[in-house]
């Protein structure tokens, strides 16, 4: 083949990678920029080839294309474009854990776009500025560089960026405690994600961020909706999106809680596979998640398994390593954990707190602490009236555990009338929220307030319901445990009778002679005839007749 030969058959390859990354079909992108010689390529085809390493989760490689293409940027006097890949490499190190290196290539991208006039490679830094800010607590400077951002997307004509800037604003209002307006921002980013306004990468990026908001603020409702979307979009991408990891552990998120299991264990997996290359922070929590499952059906070695690799992969197993180690009688080793967890997470709020928390009181009410576990619900209840107080909403997650929390102390130190109104409000939450698990697990205690206050029958429905919720998730320790108190309860028999004079009762009610019901029971006729005569002088009767009449009137017969 000779050299002209061979020049045309690479330009006819770099025009079909090119017009591949248009299509966003990176994989063939991918596949065509790797067999060409890396000297044939422009920066621009390299900015092209980490692209499509990125999407195809080929992270390492992406850097290296990105380092490429700032190369040949910064050669060419391109002060913008090297600025971009710049600040890209901050954010894929960022992303990898490498803080000092990618705070290196920050500096860099300041460098390259500090003199330029405005541009839009500058929103980049404006968002990092905001970000930064707001995480020293400073809000006004925060907004202020989120508006900044703002200005320069709509002048410069970004909707992508336009659409992160709303983002950014939304994140410090809801930093500063505004949450009904934070929100409000975050789903206009979200609608201009699912309208198609943005391009891919921004698509993902916008759906990613607003999720974790979305949960963040223990907006439930909204995570579920968002997060519908966000797996509508990625099952619309070509098979190599990026974002189909991130958008799916938040999936599992919903579906763990929404109590569709097996969905959540398929989803984990998936989750995981698409990760762990390249983040595996994020993978940990669709591990943890998986932990969660397997400890309520009761696979407690297989739930140690997974809290083990969530710890591995950088995420604290807790608050489900210390009920795992409550449910293998370690309670004390649970309650000291919680507690190292709670004050070393003294900063963390929301969800993982809150989870926290319910956890120290569920533990700490089994060893007998209710002092503890008083003050650990308190807390609890802080949380939710600061939450309402900052959005307005009361029935969120935090209310429905705080009120749970609440109401399972006030048992236990022997307050039915304070416990039964908390506990039927955690049960209205929870199945307002659509939380089975812990709706059932409420309905348990819920039951044991109803005996104590002498209402078995309302203890017998509230039991049915937790079996039959916890049998449906296969929870199959609770559902036992459920099963058990319910046969406990059994509603109390007429006239103090036994099970067998209720059986000898029904037949004669029927009509049967002494003979025929010593042959029903397989007993003797002497042995029917005393059972009669216990049930006589147990309901003041003295005849078939009038026992019958006592057998319809309270519904043996």
Not at 410 to 418: E, M, N, P, Q, Y
Request: proline share 2%.
């Amino acid at each position: 083949m000779t050299g002209r030969t061979i020049d045309r058959a690479a330009a006819d390859t770099l025009r079909r990678a090119r017009d591949a990354a248009a299509r966003e079909a990176w994989a063939e992108a991918y596949r065509l920029l790797g067999g060409l010689d890396p000297a044939r390529l422009t920066p621009d085809d390299c900015a092209v080839f980490a692209d499509a390493a990125w999407w195809t989760s080929r992270i390492e490689e992406s850097i290296v294309q990105r380092m490429r293409a700032y190369s040949g940027y910064v050669a060419a006097g391109a002060a913008r474009e090297a600025g971009l890949m710049a600040w890209l490499l901050f954010y894929e190190h960022q992303l990898a854990g490498r803080t000092a290196v990618a705070a290196g290539w920050l500096r860099r991208a300041r460098a390259h776009l500090r003199g330029e006039p405005e541009c839009v490679e500058q929103c980049y830094l404006a968002w990092v500025d905001a970000e930064a800010a707001q995480e020293r607590g400073a809000f006004d400077e925060a907004m202020a560089a989120a508006r900044r951002m703002a200005g320069i997307a709509r002048r410069c004509g970004s909707p992508d960026l336009l659409a992160m800037s709303v983002q950014a604003q939304a994140g410090v209002l809801v930093s500063q405690g505004h949450l009904r307006d934070g929100l409000d921002l975050l789903d206009d980013a979200m609608c201009a994600a699912m309208a198609g306004e943005l391009s891919s990468f921004f698509t993902g990026w916008t759906y990613c961020l607003g999720l974790q908001q979305a949960m963040a603020c223990v907006d439930l409702e909204r995570a579920a909706e968002w997060t519908d979307e966000a797996m509508r979009w990625c099952a619309s991408m070509p098979e190599e999106n990026n974002y189909r990891g991130l958008c799916r552990v938040h999936r599992v998120q919903v579906l763990e809680l929404r109590g569709n299991w097996a969905e959540a264990l398929a989803e984990a997996e998936r989750a995981c596979a698409e990760l762990l290359p390249y983040e595996r922070r994020m993978a940990a929590e669709a591990v943890y998640l998986v932990g969660q499952i397997q400890r309520r059906r009761g696979d407690l070695t297989t739930a140690g398994e997974s809290y083990d690799r969530t710890h591995e992969l950088g995420r604290d197993p807790q608050p489900g390593l210390a009920l795992l180690r409550l449910a293998q009688g370690k309670a004390d080793a649970s309650a000291t954990a919680l507690r190292l967890a709670l004050a070393n997470g003294a900063e963390a709020g929301g969800l993982e707190r809150c989870g926290l928390l319910a956890a120290q009181v569920e533990v700490c009410l089994a060893l007998g602490r209710t002092a503890e576990a008083d003050t650990a619900a308190g807390e609890l209840r802080s949380l939710a009236r600061e939450w309402q107080r900052r959005c307005g909403s009361a029935t969120t997650l935090l209310h429905a555990s705080a009120a749970a929390a609440s109401g399972a102390v006030a048992f236990a130190a022997g307050d039915v009338g304070r416990a039964l109104p908390l506990l039927r409000r955690a049960l209205a939450l929870w199945l307002e929220l659509r939380v089975p698990y812990q709706a059932a697990q409420v309905r348990m205690t819920l039951a044991a307030a109803d005996r104590a206050a002498g209402d078995d029958e309302t203890a017998r429905m509230e039991l049915r319901a937790a079996e039959q919720a916890f049998r449906q998730l296969g929870a199959v320790p609770d559902a036992r445990r459920a099963a058990a108190l319910l046969a406990d309860v059994r509603p109390g028999r007429p006239g103090g009778l036994t099970e067998r004079e209720i059986q000898v009762l029904r037949l004669v009610a029927a009509g049967r002679t002494n003979r025929a019901v010593a042959a029903e029971l397989v007993i003797s006729e002497h042995t029917v005839a005393r059972h009669l005569n216990n049930i006589f002088a147990k309901l003041d009767v003295s005849s078939r007749a009038a026992a019958t009449a006592y057998a319809y009137r309270h519904g043996i017969a």
